[in-house]
């Protein structure tokens, strides 16, 4: 099947103490954006790329593409008022048939044995998502400031590209808009449909906090 992946980036960089949006701040001397973006297109040249930007970077994303040399091939599509919204512009520009992985702009270090295990998996059962164990004890916390325990053994971490069939996934996004809908998968499942779980990768952490980018840049040196 024809596959696709729709690379989100509506960051703001609030979190990371910067004014410029934390999908251009540089990585390893060139944004972090177009690392993920390069890292899809080395994993299958062929694949249909789409970034999802608000209309007021992607000017400055198209100088970007000048200045640092990003040639390679992706549709801009205009980001929303959520996270929701503009994953469901991206997927205005697919068609039903296919494969796609909705993937955030900040997590440049997805391994490609990773991206191939969630299409094939969505290819077989119509959804994917890739997870990792927890190793850190939770507790849950009550509504009196009390907390209990929990069994970490019954949780996962959840990571992206959560990746899907292009119908299913285009019907799901045609539900109103809630604020449950925390990711592409829980809009997914409020569809009717159940992903299948995949193994992720430590090192597709997502950069939202200095400490994050900072091993990115070990990361990518070795």
Known sequence: MKRYAIIVAGGKGTRMGSELPKQFLRLAGKPILAHTLDNFYRFDPTIELVVVLPASQQAYWKALCQEFHIDIPHRIASGGETRFHSVRNGLALLP?????????????????????????????????????????????????????????SRFVAVQTPQTFRCHEIKEAYDQPYRETFTDDASVYEAAGYAPRLVEGNR?????????????????LAR
């Open 96 to 152: 039903d048939e296919g494969l796609v992985a909705i993937h955030d702009g900040v997590r440049p270090l997805v391994a490609h044995t990773v991206i191939e295990r969630c299409f094939a998996t969505a290819q077989e059962y119509g959804g994917a998502i890739p997870t990792l164990p927890l190793t850190d004890s939770l507790r849950q916390l009550g509504p009196d400031g009390s907390s209990l325990a929990v069994d970490r």
């Open 203 to 219: 090192e597709n952490l997502k950069i939202t906090l200095p400490i994050d980018l900072a091993l990115a840049e070990i990361l």
